[in-house]
């Protein structure tokens, strides 16, 4: 039973990848951008809530409504004005810039908030769990993280293949010169993308930081997770990206299970193993030339 | 390798024998008198570097390798990034492994010195396996999965207790000599090293296989179809480069006498490596080299005010990558047209030349 369970957890657990994984996929999609700064944004999402909580007493989950949208306007500044210059067929610019980016991101939160580990409190929640029969305890801070993570996914996923503004980026995507002809603001429209996968790995983060603990050097580690997610599950597609979390996820926990310190490894063995046997991940959607 | 002016087919004296009225205004050449003059003094400055330990303290020979770690390593990273357009976050790893191996061989009993050439290679021949998985990633991709192959290695380090675990060890094999020897020699070996990989790098790039790798940098289905053999050259430049991380390592470990998985395995080699290639300039030999300076002696002056420093260097790639994409050596190249070690070929039309 204590498998099922590993199994059980990992699922969960890779729920919050995937959602982490969701924004590197979108930009990626949209921009063929690679965010190194992917993790350090989850971890200043994860500071900016820890702050709003303790100067207001808000419901730590409650900050979302602050915090989402204000890592959506950074983003799309940050896109419209920096990174917008590096977008093109040579991905050196852009790697270099969200490269510095991360540096500086995770050392300003190291000097504002020192190198101590914290967490959201999120009260009663983060004990309470839903008992299954066999003894299994599924924590409802998990299963709604799952089920966060599962319609924010779903939504993209709705709003990319059937929104008109879904259409624009799309088409941006597979030729932004022919999109200018026919009067799309690109820049607009990678700025928008990007303000919308920021606006997810804030979710990603504040969920995290409820779940789990997180210190400014956290970040790393998540755009890693992120990025195997990405990778196992296939290029350019969201579901994929989903099912990329869980894999990892459930290589993780049931890793955990064999030896509490063999985790992360066995997670990093599993994305070398599809690298190796099936490099274009289990759901690819495009063909990265 | 002979030189310097070569004439182009049919440019002077056999157009001229033809008695053609259109000879073609230009000379091909590959820098002439400059490129001379650095690579003498090239010569003259390795051989002012060798004296040092006669004349300077040992804690100066100390700062010096690390110099010379940081120019390998900016070099090596610009190998990849600038030449075989291929991004990668992980040559820590390789680093990790040749300190690694150097701290292995010296407990089988082997002098460190000797030992040192070894765990260069072990690291490039590492590589090659490993290059089979990260090539079939591209762009910010590969720079992760790279990133990822090193965590691995770290994993796998800090589960052999034989080599110190998750804390750590120290270098044996060197408590015979006296402190002021260990350290000239330890100086000695770097400077020999260091040179060795950079004049390889040189000599690399100016030959045929150099200019297949220019031409996969620039478009590799061009270069691919023109009949450069593209993944061999790639995993020739990763193992070079493999082989150079791993040379620092081993000077890293020989030169401060203890290892730590997590610093050895640390991304921040990586950062410090792009700080100096993209500082100095990407995609020219003296660009990295001239960025390792600059950043040791930033370092050197800054160190100390912590994470404020860091977020400065941070602030300052971000401004070179997207104002100054060439960096400081190649926007120098660019104003002056000096380049002292030339590794391509350059078109001067007759006119314009001035001599």
């Not at chain 2, 590794?343 to 314009?352: I, Q």
Request: net charge positive; proline share 4%; charged share 10%.
């Amino acid at each position: 039973m204590t498998w099922v369970n590993a199994t059980l957890q990992g699922i969960l657990l890779g729920g919050l990848f995937g959602l982490f994984a969701a924004g590197l996929s979108l930009m990626f999609g949209v921009m063929r951008l690679v965010n190194l700064a992917h993790g350090d944004i989850a971890v200043l999402a994860a500071f900016c809530a820890s702050v709003i909580v303790t100067a207001t007493g808000a419901a730590p989950l409650l900050t979302l409504l602050a915090v989402a949208p204000v890592l959506a306007l950074f983003g799309y500044v940050l896109q419209r004005f920096l990174l917008d210059r590096t977008v093109g067929a040579d991905p050196l610019p852009s790697l270099l810039v969200t490269f510095g980016l991360a540096v500086i991101v995770q050392n300003v939160l190291l000097d504002v908030f020192s190198a101590d580990t914290r967490g959201l409190n999120v009260g009663g929640l983060a004990t309470a769990s839903l008992s299954l029969p066999g003894g299994l305890r599924l924590g409802w801070i998990s299963l709604l993280t799952f089920a966060v993570a599962v319609t924010i996914i779903g939504g993209l996923q709705v709003f990319l293949s059937s929104s008109p503004q879904g259409r624009v980026l799309r088409a941006t995507s597979d030729d932004p010169e022919v999109a200018r002809l026919v009067g799309l603001d690109s820049r607009h429209v990678y700025a928008t993308a990007t303000a919308l996968a920021f606006a997810t790995v804030a979710v990603a983060g504040v969920f995290l930081a409820a779940r789990t603990t997180f210190n400014p050097t956290s970040g790393s580690s998540l755009l890693i997770f992120a990025f195997e997610a990405v990778i196992i599950g296939g290029l350019g597609s969201l579901w994929g990206t989903l099912a990329g979390g869980v894999i990892l996820g459930i290589a993780q926990t049931v890793g955990s299970q064999v030896d509490p310190t063999l985790g992360i490894l066995v997670g990093h063995l599993v994305f070398l193993t599809v690298l190796a046997i099936r490099p274009q991940g289990l759901l690819p959607q495009v063909v990265t030339a | 390798m002979t030189d310097a002016r070569m004439t182009a087919p049919g440019a002077s004296s056999p157009a001229a024998a033809l008695g053609s009225r259109h000879v073609p205004a230009y000379t091909v050449t590959r820098g002439g008198r400059t490129a001379l003059a650095a690579r003498l003094g090239f010569l003259i400055l390795v051989g002012l570097l060798v004296s040092v330990p006669f004349n300077l303290t040992p804690n100066v020979a100390n700062k010096l390798v690390t110099l010379f770690v940081l120019v390998l390593l900016a070099s090596m990273w610009n190998l990849l990034a600038g030449f075989g357009g291929m991004v990668s976050a992980g040559q820590q790893g390789f680093i990790g492994v040749g300190a690694y191996t150097l701290l292995f061989l010296a407990q089988q009993g082997m002098n460190p010195y000797l030992a040192v050439p070894l765990a260069a290679l072990a690291a490039g021949v590492l590589s090659l396996p490993m290059s089979l998985l990260a090539f079939r990633l591209r762009g910010g991709y590969l720079a992760i999965g790279t990133w990822v192959m090193a965590e691995v290695l770290r994993q796998l380090v800090v589960r052999i207790d034989g080599l110190g675990a998750g804390t750590g060890a120290s270098l044996p094999g060197l408590s015979g000599y006296a402190p002021a020897q260990r350290q000239a020699d330890t100086y000695w070996v770097a400077l020999a090293g260091t040179a060795i990989v950079l004049a390889c790098l040189y000599l690399l790039l100016r030959s045929s296989t150099g200019a297949g790798l220019t031409a996969i940098r620039d478009n590799e289905v061009a270069a691919a179809s023109s009949g450069v053999r593209v993944v061999l050259a790639k995993r020739l430049l990763f193992a070079l480069a493999a082989t150079g991380c791993g040379l620092a390592g081993a000077l890293t470990l020989a030169n401060s006498l203890r290892v730590q998985p997590d610093s050895v395995f640390s991304i921040q080699w990586t950062a410090f490596m792009i700080f100096c290639a993209v500082i100095g300039g990407i995609g020219t030999l003296e660009g990295p080299m001239l960025g390792a300076v600059v950043f040791f002696v930033l370092e050197d002056r800054l160190a100390d005010s912590g994470t404020l420093y860091l977020v400065g260097l941070g602030a300052l790639a971000i401004a070179i990558a997207a104002f100054l994409p060439a960096g400081l050596w190649g926007e120098a190249q660019k104003r002056l047209g000096l380049t002292l070690f030339p590794v391509g070929h350059r078109l001067v039309l007759r006119d314009a030349r001035t001599g």
